[in-house]
DNA sequence: TATGAATGAGTGTTCATTCAT
DNA sequence: AATGAATGAACACTCATTCAT
């Protein structure tokens, strides 16, 4: 998995084969195929481990009685230090087309008890419970707020990994994700709400990290 | 080109081989390959027909002087119309990925004359016009929101692409676009705007058109 | 025919097609093949044109009461003007292998009659009457020689058609030529025939023709 | 390799397609991928092949101290024993236009390392040694003489591919060969080499080989 | 006389998957 | 548990040739 983790972050999801993997992993063909039954399986793995990763992560920098708004900057942040660091992110949302073919992360929904789904259900209550407080319109169907986030993460993630590895990271990159970001916070925000408490923090919040590499 | 739309609206761009193609047009290859001289000049074809089929159509709906936010109303009343009718933007959208594999509509604004470009510019304009006009914030990134909406409807596109061919004008699929829409609208709008401004025409408005079916 | 040759020039006999050759003499196939029952028919009168221009020009430089080597340098005289100018020969060697796919110019001999035969049978009767001269060795087998001439200046002309076309008539390519020519004929030659004899015009026999370009 | 050896005996390199390999070695186009990843690198194989086994043939005849002449005599009977026995060198100079279709030999100095440079370098290294020894003319071009004996040989190859494969090696083909060889021999000769030292051994030196068959 | 649409077998190549060992 | 040889359908694309008009 580590091996086949690699060669989509190399080549992207769609050029990475089940000779690559084995041959990278010095597995023969056979092999793989008795730990993963098929292409699919594998993939799936890949996914369920990059969502579970996330959502630890993620969950580990949650606290109790935290506001909706909160949360959500606190997912952003840990987007942006995933992203720079274990790249799980990336694998995820560069494999959603392979994952659900039948639907994205709407059939998703019936997924329960997979790791994607814990990833998915994670977003959807911060979103919820944005409402809860009064950060987010009453009507906001946080289901599709939800796919709208996935998606466009979804796309920013397929445009950067057409770029070489190390320009992914760029500021350029993350600074566009976060407009994006904030453009559909507002989107949702209840009218009255300060829209300066709708920006995301600064990416130099984790320059702490970078600098490590 | 016919059949290959329809091929491509019922499996999606991906699925679809020229042996397909050649087989539904009950041509042979050799003969496909009399008309198109590849598969990305065919691919290229029916997109470039698409968008200018909906680009002039849009613009047809247009008038001088109208407000930005009016036109993208009337752009998006005449997705409403274009969809139930005649599939365009549904391949268009669809096939967003084969025309630009390389950063989806980024690049694009280099392929200027194309009918796919004047389709992604008239949505710019719309948007520019916006800012001019004071209804959405003057830093707004007008290249940035349009590909968000692209994306999105390319996503709600490809999902809508699973369901069985007669459910996708349905309520539901509509209605969740336009609320999408709306979001992104709330989202890139100056503060004090009035909320019921960026409320988009009921799909009723279009009922008359579905009646005929 | 013209036209078909122009594509052989530029591109090497292997790699023009019927259509190429089509759409070049704006003609439809089926025109094309009016004229020419097929590929072979076609290609087998280009060289039979260019065969019948080369032994005539040869022709016209020869006298009545010659003797042999001196025809063989008339023949390489001949040569180096056409190929400067007309490229016929050019054309015949390239096309050597289509034409005669059944032991090149082996079994041309049946071909009596045929322009092919001429210019083959010209180079023949120069070396049978270099032997009676007295300048070639008695038991040379003038069939044999013709086609070691033949072979190599078509495997010259292969290695030319390479080179961009300008590039062809170069002092370099044609002065590799004319050693070949010299080693087949001292390699023929009587014992005691004095070397000097059997050494072949300079090229700047033909400077004038080639100032004209 | 051996079926396609087979298919490349039996009807030239250039009408043999992996599709045909593959049906003659009873293996699917898949395994036959498996083993050679692409045309060309298994017509290069066989290329080889075939350059490393009759060099080394050749070698193996080679004493040290011999002078040019008696090496290219010996060259020619490890042909004719080569020709009678495993058709290597048939198939390396049918082949040589695949092999090295931008100037077949010329280029070749550029590959050394490979196979096809030793069995090149080898003969070249011969005809130099004979301008050493003074058989040669100095003024030789070891490099175009090379060319000119793998041409003809060639050629004779590829005429004798046309016979019925029986004929081959018949006296007829290989008493051609060797006229050939004598004549260049004889075309580079220094002034005053006794001619009879040019002649190459009689054929009835490989009688016993022939026997076997 | 001329057209040009149509053909179909063929090209080299890829890849997820299977199965006897 | 592990192998790796084998598969075969699929892919985009080519081209000499035919034939109804």
Chains 1, 2, 3, 4 share one sequence.
């Not at 999801?13 to 063909?29: G, N, T, Y």
């Not at 730990?35 to 699919?40: A, C, P, R, T, V």
């Not at 929904?109 to 407080?133: C, H, P």
């Not at 920013?156 to 407009?179: C, H, Q, Y």
Request: contains cysteine.
């Amino acid at each position: 998995m580590g091996c086949a983790k690699e060669l989509i972050l190399e080549h992207g999801v769609e050029k990475v084969s089940m000779d690559d993997i084995a041959r990278k992993a010095e597995l023969s063909k056979g092999t793989l195929y008795l730990y993963f039954s098929g292409k699919d399986v594998l993939f799936s793995a890949i996914c369920e481990e990059s969502a579970a990763r996330f959502s630890e992560y993620v969950q580990s920098r949650l606290e109790d009685g935290i506001s909706g708004l909160e949360a959500l900057k606190r997912y952003w942040v840990s987007y942006l230090e995933t992203f720079g660091e274990s790249e799980d992110l990336f694998i995820l949302f560069n494999m959603r087309h392979f994952l659900a073919p039948a639907g994205s992360f709407i059939s998703l929904e019936e997924n329960a008890g997979t790791a994607s789904y814990v990833f998915y259900y994670l977003l959807k209550e911060m979103i919820e419970q944005g409402i809860r407080d009064g950060t987010f319109e009453k009507d906001t169907e946080s289901c599709l707020v939800v796919r709208i986030i996935i998606t466009l993460f979804s796309q920013a993630v397929e445009n950067a990994a057409k770029l070489p590895r190390t320009a992914r990271k760029s500021a350029l990159v993350i600074d566009e994700l976060k407009t994006v970001f904030q453009i559909i916070l507002r989107g949702i925000a209840r009218e009255g709400i300060d829209p300066s408490c709708l920006i995301l923090p600064e990416m130099n919040v984790i320059s702490k990290l970078e600098k490590k590499d």
